[in-house]
């Protein structure tokens, strides 16, 4: 089963952007959608961000109008294009896909922190 990996978390000040990437390793050939997740300290994970096959995207209401979810070809890299950020926003980042046999399992995940 493939893995997926994420990347390009760091400090950012409020109003600033970042760039996530979830990359996949092995075969992405069966994946239905990748999405995005966040968890903030002592809260439950929330869903940020979906991208189909299709091309389809969905996003969580607290992101709409300001993160962009985007793919390469193959669904091989997965991008989280973070713009008007908010302290809120400061969260471990986690991407996942779907299957037709279930999920992958959960990275280490990308720290955002939001701050000045």
């Known amino acids: 089963q493939a893995q997926l990996m994420e990347s390009g978390g760091g400090l950012v000040q409020p109003g600033g952007s970042l760039k996530l990437s979830c990359a996949a390793s092995?075969?992405?050939?069966?994946?239905?959608?990748v999405s995005w997740y966040r968890q903030a300290p002592g809260e439950q994970r929330e869903f940020v961000a979906g991208?189909?096959?299709?091309?389809?995207?969905k996003y969580g209401d607290s992101v709409k109008g300001r993160f962009t979810i985007s793919r390469d070809r193959a669904m091989s890299t997965v991008y989280l294009q973070m713009n008007t950020l908010r302290p809120e926003d400061t969260a471990v980042y986690y991407c996942r896909a779907q299957t037709p046999w279930g999920p992958t399992g959960w990275g280490p995940g990308t720290q955002v922190t939001v701050s000045s």
């Open positions: 092995g075969s992405t050939s069966s994946f239905t959608v």
């Open positions: 991208i189909y096959s299709s091309g389809l995207t």
